[in-house]
């Protein structure tokens, strides 16, 4: 059994991790709420603007819509890859690299990949076995509608251009804090809804379909791309927050058994005291 030294060393160690972790928790936990009510204020706008662009697609033939809906064979793909630029935050990063890393292994495989990262744990694993086109760590650092808008416009460029055929999102999508689901999204080229023969989509359009269509394309692919960030924005301080309550419950546990085991050491330690001065004073009566 280690000496009482050691023991009291342990112990004071673990409360300052308890410390640390305790005070991580309760700083997502506040992050959180915030980043939570921003993707719940954005998610169903972004979704009607995404159908709403689909609805349109489908029935536009100007250059505009065909440009941005081209469906070309597949040789060069681009994965944009959302992780967080810190950890401590159980399996938020893990998994979007092991998704990434199916996806060039599995689904496109024998076809040209590169990638796009925003957040550094992502950049940093990822780059040592795939190419990584462009790295945009400091988007987290000011996450507003302009700077996603750049990555967006960026993205669009390459597309349009024909130096990718496809390209993809990964991230995590917020559903509470405690989970977290990984998504694969196709962000071009743009996918006609499906509709029944019989649903009417008589809109009546000012100024026109094509000038509508001219500004909401752009304006709907920055806006799916700004959802997805936001929604792993909030997925990270939701796995953070999961991880260091779990990681100051398992100090707490620590710390119980720890104490345990140092008052017996102590008991044995008094007791063993105990017993040489009896001792001694046996053999000074005899």
Same mark, same amino acid.
């Given at each position: 059994?280690?000496?009482?030294?050691?023991?009291?060393?342990?112990?004071?160690?673990?409360?300052?991790?308890?410390?640390?972790?305790?005070?991580?928790?309760?700083?997502?936990?506040?992050?959180?709420?915030?980043?939570?009510?921003?993707?719940?204020?954005?998610?169903? /706008?972004?979704?009607?603007?995404?159908?709403?662009?689909? !609805?349109?697609?489908?029935?536009?033939?100007?250059?505009?819509?065909?440009?941005?809906?081209?469906?070309?064979?597949?040789?060069? &793909?681009?994965?944009?890859?959302?992780?967080?630029?810190?950890?401590?935050?159980?399996?938020?990063? !893990?998994? &979007?690299?092991?998704?990434?890393?199916?996806? $060039?292994?599995?689904?496109?495989?024998?076809?040209? &990949?590169?990638? $796009?990262?925003?957040?550094?744990?992502?950049?940093?694993?990822? !780059?040592?076995?795939?190419?990584?086109?462009?790295?945009?760590?400091?988007?987290?650092?000011?996450?507003?509608?302009?700077?996603?808008?750049?990555?967006?416009?960026?993205?669009?460029?390459?597309?349009?251009?024909?130096?990718?055929?496809?390209?993809?999102? &990964?991230?995590?999508?917020?559903?509470?804090?405690?989970?977290?689901?990984?998504?694969?999204?196709?962000?071009?080229?743009?996918?006609?809804?499906?509709?029944?023969?019989?649903?009417?989509?008589? /809109?009546?359009?000012?100024?026109?379909?094509?000038?509508?269509?001219?500004?909401?394309?752009?304006?709907?692919?920055?806006?799916?791309?700004?959802?997805?960030?936001?929604?792993?924005?909030?997925?990270?301080?939701?796995?953070?927050?999961?991880?260091?309550?779990?990681?100051?419950?398992?100090?707490?546990?620590?710390?119980?058994?720890?104490?345990?085991? /140092?008052?017996?050491?102590?008991?044995?330690?008094?007791?063993?005291?105990?017993?040489?001065?009896?001792?001694?004073?046996?053999?000074?009566?005899?």
């Amino acid at each position: 059994m280690a000496n009482l030294k050691e023991i009291r060393s342990r112990i004071s160690s673990v409360k300052s991790t308890m410390q640390i972790t305790s005070a991580m928790k309760m700083v997502s936990a506040a992050k959180l709420k915030k980043a939570q009510d921003a993707i719940t204020a954005m998610r169903p /706008y972004a979704n009607k603007l995404t159908e709403l662009l689909q !609805s349109l697609s489908a029935t536009l033939d100007s250059d505009v819509g065909n440009q941005y809906s081209s469906q070309r064979e597949v040789k060069k &793909v681009m994965i944009v890859a959302i992780t967080s630029n810190r950890g401590l935050c159980g399996a938020f990063n !893990s998994n &979007v690299i092991k998704e990434t890393n199916r996806l $060039v292994e599995e689904d496109y495989n024998g076809k040209e &990949v590169l990638l $796009v990262t925003v957040g550094k744990k992502g950049n940093d694993i990822l !780059s040592k076995s795939n190419t990584v086109a462009v790295n945009n760590n400091e988007v987290f650092d000011d996450l507003t509608f302009e700077n996603v808008s750049e990555i967006a416009e960026m993205l669009m460029t390459k597309f349009v251009e024909a130096e990718v055929d496809r390209i993809d999102l &990964v991230y995590n999508k917020f559903k509470n804090a405690a989970t977290q689901i990984v998504m694969t999204e196709q962000f071009l080229p743009i996918t006609a809804v499906k509709t029944e023969s019989n649903v009417n989509l008589d /809109y009546i359009f000012e100024p026109s379909k094509i000038e509508i269509v001219e500004q909401l394309i752009p304006k709907s692919l920055k806006t799916q791309l700004f959802k997805a960030i936001r929604d792993s924005f909030a997925s990270e301080h939701g796995a953070r927050m999961t991880a260091m309550h779990k990681a100051t419950d398992n100090a707490t546990e620590l710390r119980d058994q720890l104490t345990l085991a /140092y008052n017996k050491a102590r008991q044995a330690a008094i007791t063993n005291e105990i017993l040489e001065i009896v001792g001694g004073a046996e053999a000074l009566n005899n």
